[in-house]
Each structure stands twice: as C-alpha cells, then as structure tokens.
C-alpha cells in the first residue's frame, strides 16, 4: 500500500473528516459520482441503464461492519427486496453482499444463515450472488463460509484479493467448487505479515492469479480491475479460453472503458452500490486514487 492510501485511511478515519465529507455539498457530490442513490430504486434504475447498453450488473447495499443482529436481519431483507426487484424488472443483475452487513461480527452462524437464505431467493429469480471479501480479520470465515453455501447452492461467488500470501492456496481450494471468483488488487490496509505492500508486488501477484483463473475449467474469472495492464493482459489470455468470463469495474470509475469493452462484446459488470452507508465505501475510492481526493478539495472549494 502506497504512503498516500495509508495517509488517506487515516486522515478519513477521524471523525472531523467523516463530518466533513459527510455534511457538506463537496462530500456529496464525490458520493454522487461513486453510488448510484440512496434508494433501491436509485439502484435498479442505474442497473436499467447499463442493462440498455449491453453491461450486466452487480448491486451492492451499502453497509459494513454491522453490530446488531436487527440492523443485519434488516440488510438481509432489503437484499431479499432487491432480488424481488431484479426478477419483476427483467434486470440482468445478481447482488454483492459483505458479510460484516449480514452479520459476521457478531456471530458467523447469522452471516451463514442470511447467505444461505440469500442463495435461494437468488436461485428463485434465476441470478447469483457475490461475496466481497472484506478486511483480513473477516477472511477466513468468509471463505469457509463461501465454500459451503457455495459447494450446496452453486450460484455463489467469492472475491479474492491479490495482495494476501493465502490468496493463491484460497483460489485452489476454490476452484473445484465452480462458481465465479472475482479477482481485485484489495482496498484494505493489511500488515506485511499477512499481505503484500507495494503497488509492484501486488500487480505481479495479480498477473500470476489471473493466469491460473483464465486457465481454469469450471469456474468463471470476473476480472475486478480499473487498470489498463492488467485489462490488456486478461485480454491476452483470453484468447486461449473457451469458456466465459467478465470484466468488472466500479459504477462510475472509467465509464468509457465499460463501455468500450462492451461494445467490443465482452462480458462487463458493473458494481453499482446504493444505499445512505456511504462514508466506508467513499473513504476506499479517495484512499485508491490521489485524483479523487482532487475531486473532493476542488468540489470544496467551488472550483469544481
Ligand atoms: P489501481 O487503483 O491499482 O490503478 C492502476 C491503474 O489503473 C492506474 O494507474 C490507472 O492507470 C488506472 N486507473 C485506475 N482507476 C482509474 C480511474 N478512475 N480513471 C482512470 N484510470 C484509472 N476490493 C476488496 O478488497 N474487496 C472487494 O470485495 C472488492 N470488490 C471490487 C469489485 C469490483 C467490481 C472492483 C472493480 C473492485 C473491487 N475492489 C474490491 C477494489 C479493488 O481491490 C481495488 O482497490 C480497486 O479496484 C483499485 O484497483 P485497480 O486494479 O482498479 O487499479
């Protein structure tokens, strides 16, 4: 991890930032370019769009880190609406959950229960549903509990990030259980013991996991990147795969690239979260590129 996203974690984790970004016009228009509204609707009318424009779609509830176990019943409903949502509109869209929303720090066993839950409602409206892969005290527990939803529902996927030592070991471990794995570089700050710490580093292990996931059967690769390298080499690789895979990238970082994949028909998801429990996800997009935290101090200052 660079000097400016540990100095952009810190400095967002102070309560005065988050006030800050928060309640003021600045912060909200850096929200407003990262999530898609407040409301489902705002989700599922976004998902509309790109659907029109040949892109599928992943929506993502905002909400992490969830300490009570009415405010994760509460996240697995509104999951349940926006499955509802997705079979009554026709949308070609599945849904990314984190497992802190479903409750994974208060007791793993609720998290479980809600993805289970989740699976079949997702299996009803003929879609899938992803994990994201969370902060590295959350790892272990959400890959196990990926594998056996997973290995019993078969319409589940898992995120895996390239910067931690386990991550080559998770993916073998994966594999076999079909499913489709989304790899990304990693948005949190981890120790070296654990994760790799240079930009350099974790490139070279991305590069050698997405090699082992275009070479594989039975699983499908989305490929979670922004990075035009790492784009022009999945390309590269696809020319040897018979089966399918998709880029992913984030609702409103690059769009014209979305779109230009698209166009030349590959598959392209598009992560489109909403939702009010913005703050977390925006302090990850500011702290991944000096150009948004430009945004927000130009947006600040009316010079934006
Ligand atoms: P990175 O930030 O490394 O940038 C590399 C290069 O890409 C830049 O130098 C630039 O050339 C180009 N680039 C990047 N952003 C650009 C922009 N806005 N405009 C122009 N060029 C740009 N993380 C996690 O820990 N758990 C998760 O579950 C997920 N889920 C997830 C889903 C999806 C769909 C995506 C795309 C990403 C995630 N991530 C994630 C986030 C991921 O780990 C990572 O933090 C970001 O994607 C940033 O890494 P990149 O590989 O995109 O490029």
Redesign the pocket.
């Known amino acids: 991890m660079s000097l400016f996203t540990r100095a952009v974690v810190a400095t967002t984790a102070a309560r005065p930032v988050e006030r800050l970004i928060t309640h003021t016009r600045a912060g909200r228009a850096v929200a407003d370019r990262f999530v898609a509204g407040q409301s489902l609707r705002d989700g599922t009318e976004a998902a509309e769009r790109l659907n029109r424009r040949r892109m599928t779609v992943?929506l993502d509830l905002l909400g992490e880190e969830v300490t009570d176990r009415s405010g994760a019943e509460r996240a697995a409903d509104e999951y349940l609406e926006a499955l509802d949502a997705i079979a009554a509109r026709g949308l070609t869209a599945n849904i990314?959950v984190?497992l802190t929303q479903l409750g994974l720090a208060i007791d793993p066993s609720l998290a479980a229960g809600a993805v289970d839950q989740l699976a079949k409602a997702a299996a009803e409206a003929g879609t899938t549903v992803t994990?994201?892969?969370?902060a590295s005290a959350y790892t272990a527990d959400t890959v196990d509990i990926y594998a056996d939803a997973q290995s019993r529902h078969g319409n589940l996927g898992l995120?895996l990030?390239a910067?931690l030592y386990r991550t080559p070991e998770d993916l073998d471990r994966l594999m076999p259980l079909g499913g489709h794995i989304?790899l990304?570089?990693?948005?949190?700050v981890e120790p070296p013991n654990i994760a790799l710490q240079t930009?350099r580093e974790?490139?070279a292990a991305?590069v050698r996991l997405l090699t082992v996931l275009m070479r594989s059967e039975g699983v499908r690769p989305?490929i979670?990147?922004?990075?035009?390298?790492?784009i022009k080499m999945a390309l590269d690789l696809a020319r040897e795969r018979r089966d399918g895979f998709e880029f992913?990238?984030?609702f409103g970082?690059?769009p014209d690239?979305q779109r230009r994949l698209a166009t030349m028909g590959y598959d392209m998801?598009?992560?489109v979260p909403f939702g009010s429990a913005w703050y977390p996800y925006l302090t990850?997009r500011l702290a991944?590129?000096p150009?948004?935290v430009w945004f927000f101090v130009r947006a600040l200052f009316g010079t934006g």
């Open positions: 992943s990314s984190k994990i994201d892969m969370e995120c990030q910067c989304r990304c570089k990693g948005a949190y930009g974790i490139d991305f989305a979670a990147t922004h990075d035009p390298v790492m992913q990238m984030l970082v690059r690239e998801r598009v992560y990850r991944e590129r150009a948004n």
